[in-house]
């Protein structure tokens, strides 16, 4: 793993409570949801209140079942989202208590430093 942020910076974090492995995790959380097709998947989720199937999800992506596919798994490899295997079929379901507290923790710390200043 490539550390992402500089020397000082990761001082500072530590100060603050936060380790490297924190800031490492939020940065891959931020770029599985800054790709367009993932976060609209994630966006679609946010409306469903039952697991939904990969392809009853295909309707808002500019992608074939199998992207959808893709980056359903990429969204579950991160904590982003839930499968439940039924048989063969996959149904995929937003970690929204995960999400909505990692999002959390950033803007109140981005609030936090502003209210400093």
């Not at 380790?19 to 946010?46: F, P, Y």
């Not at 937003?94 to 200043?117: G, H, P, Y």
Request: aromatic content about 2%; proline content about 2%.
């Amino acid at each position: 793993m490539v550390p992402i942020v500089s020397c000082t910076v990761v001082q500072q974090c530590i100060r603050w409570g936060v380790t490297e492995l924190d800031i490492q995790e939020l940065a891959d959380l931020l770029k599985a949801l800054g790709e367009v097709n993932r976060l609209s998947l994630v966006h679609r989720l946010c409306d469903c209140n039952t697991p939904q199937n990969a392809t009853c999800l295909c309707e808002c992506c500019s992608v074939d079942a199998s992207g959808v596919s893709r980056h359903l798994k990429v969204l579950t490899e991160k904590g982003i989202v839930q499968v439940k295997k039924q048989g063969r079929e996959r149904n995929y379901s937003l970690n929204r208590t995960f999400v909505a507290a990692q999002l959390r923790n950033l803007a109140d710390k981005i609030e936090s430093q502003q209210e400093m200043s």
